[in-house]
Every structure is written in structure tokens, then in C-alpha cells.
């Protein structure tokens, strides 16, 4: 039973004092205004421009136009009580080529942004690296170039340089996993690359750039600013422990273990060696400038990935994980979102359980939410299944803080709808909804329910409502 003082009638499962509150977005899936005030192209730009690459062939413009719908957007995230706001900064509106010269029109609208957000009390969370490659770097081979590390912390350097004297919090980069094997294994996620051990060479100079540009930026860093890494984790559900092993080699450990200064783990070495010498790319020095310490580690998580042990042990497993074989990926079990991804909010809390074990520093929710296809009725939406996810998962993150991980803070992806990657606008995520012909903003019940939580600082401990 809930009634509209929640203090009074409704059991609540609160949430440390301080825990961060917030929502999340990316430049390219809502900013629009590809070609504006000197923004060069990125690999998105590019991808989306072949066919057949993104559903229904979209392409970043106008998505959510919020690079002009920024000071109403930050209005509706004051008015759902957000503490911070993570997005990410566009590369190549700050430098066009991805090295060289820098654009003022990008560092200024950046500019507004957080002037916009610090001036409502809303603590910018920067991400450096969400996907958007200046397209000049994939011509001179992209991620599988050791260069693009290097022009990374070169990047890092400017934009840290610019906003840092308002800007605290400080990600690098968002999945490398997703950088790497979307992009150059499977091809599914631009720059639309097939080629496996190409893809091993990307993930290492993708966290070479990591630590390149953590490494520039503590040498300009204030004492307050504070510096992350956001992985996404795969939360395995396997019987076959070989099975669930080698899939946990290549989304977790592979990027968890150099970071914690561990090196790359020998079985996923020796797993993807048939490949050939991937690892090759590793230089001496590589692996110190990877394991230099962050401040907390963002954890995405949307839902577990089941697997068995594939019948034949050399059978290639299908999937972005470039190397796997003997797996066999399983369907969904129970409930699943509008993409098709399971709904288990009880794996959450085994992987920060998990993480709580392996990771040395404070955790923070920098992703987690659901798909489902909205409907604007009567001016509302009703989106029961998203606010049942979205109470369901803060309750899984309540219960790994109750057994002791360092849990820091939660950001729902997403704030608003948006172009949700090769499903293009077909995926709706928001909290908030966005008519993509009129960009007409509508916060959905989900968002309701999410600004009494934070105005509360907990959930409920039954149902699904606050009051
Ligand atoms: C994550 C991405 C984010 C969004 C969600 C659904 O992998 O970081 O941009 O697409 O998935």
C-alpha cells in the first residue's frame, strides 16, 4: 500500500546518505547537429551512412537536437531532481581531425552545458570516449592503430584542460568491450570492421588510451578531480564452469585484470592465441600506464548472457567475442525487454557482489535500464514493465550494499530516449520520452517514480511506486 507520504506508510529500502543520483546520455545518440559549428565526422557518421548498417537507416541528426535543447533538457533534469548528469564530449567537435586543431564552437557549447547544469546544481559527470571516433583516425586505421591511444590522451589533455576548473568527475573511456569487438569483430557497431584479432589489438590500445589520457590528465589534475573507467560486465549464468570461464575471460577480465595492474590473464591469452600473437602490441611500459589507479569504476549492466558448453570444443562460437570457441550462447530465460534482453535483477547483485570482491576502488551504476516500445497516450506513458526494471534493479543494487560493496551512486540510462546504435530509434530507453517529430519532451511514469526515489534517497521495499 502506498499513500502519498511515503515516510509514513510505505517500508523503504534506503540508500547511504550521499549516494549519487543521476541519469546518463551519450553526444552522438542525442545531440544531433552532426555537421554544426565545425563538428567533423565520426565513425557513427560514416557507419550510419551505409546501408542497411542501422535499422531503418538512421543516422545521428536530429536525434534528440539536444545540442539546441540543451537548457530545456537540463531544466526537465533539475525538475526530476537529478544530483549529476553523465554524458559524453563529441571528439571530433573538439578536434575535427581527432589531432591538431582544436574547434572553439565545440569547447564553448560544452561550455554552456555545464555552466547550464553547475548553475541548477547539477554535477557534470564527462565521459571522454563514447563511441564517436573522429573518422580522420579510422582512415589511419582507428583502434587498431597504437597512434589513436596517444591522439586519445592528446584529446584528454584539451577537454580536461578547458572544463576541468568546473568539471570533477572525469571518465575515460565508456565499454571498451563494446569499442572493440562491436566495432572490429562482429562489425555490428561502427566502424562496421570484421576482423577478430585486429579487434584484441583494439582493446589494448584502447586501454592504453585509458591510461595515456588518465595519466595526462593527472599531471593538469586538481586535487579534486577524480578520474574513472566504465566497463560493461557480463553477469555469466552457466552450468559448465569452462564455459562460463572463457566468456568471463573476454568481457571481464580482459579489461579488469591489466587495469588492476594483474596483466592480461594468461587462459585468455592462451584462449585466443589461435588467432595469432595479438599481444604482440603490447610495448613494454604498456601495461604500468594501464594499471595506474582510478578513483571508482563505472558498472553498466542491462541483463546476464547464459552459455553451455558447445558439443564440439573448436566449434567458433558466434558473437563479438573474437577467438571464443566450445561456447554456446543461450536463449533468454523468463522475462525480457522490447530488445530482447532477459530481465534479472538477482544476477545484478551477484556481479557487484562480485566486483565488490575484485575491484579495489568505489563503484558507481553509470548504466542500467530497459528497452520497451512506449506509447504516448493522452499526453502520458504508462511504461509499467520500465518502472518495474528500474525499481526491481535499485533494489538489487540495495541488496549488494547491504552485504558490503562500495556502491557510490546509480545513473538510469537513459535520460531521454535516443539513437540506441544500429537499432537506430527503434529502441526507447528514456526515462523520458521524445517525440522525434515534434522533440517534445514527456517524462514518463518511470521518471516520475525515479524523482521520488532520489527524493527520497530509497525504494520501496514492495511495489512499485513512492507515494
Ligand atoms: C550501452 C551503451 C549505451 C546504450 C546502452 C543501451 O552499451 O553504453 O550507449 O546504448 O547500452
Known amino acids: 500500500m502506498t499513500t502519498t507520504d511515503p515516510a ?44 542497411g548498417a ?70 557534470p559527470v564527462v565521459t571522454l570516449y563514447h563511441w564517436d571516433l573522429p ?21 584528454a589533455q584539451v577537454a580536461h584542460a578547458h572544463l576541468g576548473d568546473r568539471v570533477r568527475e572525469w571518465t575515460t573511456l565508456n565499454e571498451p568491450w563494446c569499442s572493440a569487438f562491436l566495432g572490429y569483430a562482429t562489425g555490428i557497431h561502427a566502424p562496421g570492421v570484421v576482423d577478430p584479432k585486429g579487434s584484441l589489438e583494439a582493446a589494448h590500445h584502447l586501454l ?7 595519466r595526462a590528465m593527472r599531471e593538469q589534475a586538481s586535487a579534486e578531480h577524480r578520474f574513472s573507467v566504465v566497463l560493461n560486465f557480463c553477469a555469466v549464468i552457466a552450468e559448465d564452469e569452462e564455459a562460463a570461464r572463457k566468456v568471463d575471460g573476454l568481457q571481464n577480465r580482459l579489461f579488469l585484470d591489466p587495469l588492476a595492474g594483474r596483466g592480461y590473464p594468461e587462459d585468455v591469452l592462451a584462449d585466443t592465441a589461435w588467432l595469432g600473437d595479438w599481444a604482440s602490441v603490447v610495448r613494454p611500459g604498456d601495461l604500468d600506464a594501464i594499471a595506474a589507479p582510478v578513483d571508482w569504476m563505472g558498472v553498466n549492466y542491462y541483463s546476464p548472457t547464459r552459455v553451455a558448453r558447445a558439443e564440439d570444443p573448436s566449434v567458433v562460437a558466434e558473437g563479438p567475442f573474437p577467438g571464443l570457441r566450445g561456447v554456446e550462447f543461450l536463449p533468454p530465460e523468463g522475462e ?66 547491504e552485504a558490503g560493496v562500495d556502491v557510490r551512486g546509480y545513473f538510469a540510462w537513459s535520460l531521454l ?51
Open 54 to 123: 542501422v535499422l531503418g537507416g538512421d543516422t545521428g541528426d536530429p536525434a534528440c537536437d539536444h545540442y539546441h535543447r540543451y537548457a530545456s533538457d537540463v531544466e526537465l533534469m533539475a525538475s526530476l531532481g537529478l544530483g549529476s548528469y553523465r554524458f559524453s564530449l563529441a571528439w571530433p567537435r573538439i578536434q575535427p581531425l581527432g589531432s591538431g586543431p582544436v574547434e572553439p564552437r565545440g569547447l564553448a557549447f560544452y561550455d554552456r552545458l555545464v555552466d547550464e547544469l553547475l548553475g541548477r546544481g547539477i554535477q
Open 208 to 214: 592504453l588510451g585509458h591510461g595515456l589520457a588518465l
Open 336 to 401: 525480457v525487454t522490447g530488445f530482447g534482453w532477459e530481465v534479472r535483477a538477482s544476477a545484478f547483485t551477484s556481479l557487484l557482489r562480485r566486483l565488490g570482491r575484485d575491484v579495489a576502488v568505489p563503484l558507481v551504476i553509470t548504466e542500467n535500464g530497459s528497452a520497451f516500445p512506449d506509447e504516448l497516450v493522452d499526453g502520458e506513458v504508462v511504461d509499467e514493465r520500465r518502472t518495474r526494471y528500474l525499481v526491481d534493479h535499485l533494489r538489487a543494487v540495495h541488496a549488494a550494499i
Open 135 to 155: 573518422q580522420a583516425l579510422e582512415d589511419r586505421g582507428g583502434w587498431r592503430d597504437r597512434d589513436t591511444a596517444y591522439r586519445f590522451a592528446e584529446y
Open 417 to 467: 530516449d535516443n539513437f540506441e546504435w544500429a537499432a537506430g530509434y527503434s529502441q526507447r530507453f528514456g526515462v523520458v520520452h521524445v517525440d522525434y517529430a515534434t522533440q517534445e519532451r514527456t517524462v514518463k511514469r518511470s521518471g516520475r517514480v525515479l524523482a521520488r526515489v532520489i527524493g527520497a534517497n530509497a525504494v520501496p521495499a514492495r511495489g512499485y511506486d513512492l507515494g
Open 8 to 51: 509514513l506508510d510505505v517500508d523503504l529500502l534506503r540508500f547511504p546518505p550521499g549516494f549519487t543520483w543521476g541519469a546518463a546520455t551519450a553526444a552522438f545518440q542525442i545531440e544531433g547537429a552532426t555537421t554544426e559549428d565545425g563538428r567533423g565526422p565520426s565513425i557513427w557518421d560514416t557507419f550510419a551512412a551505409r546501408p
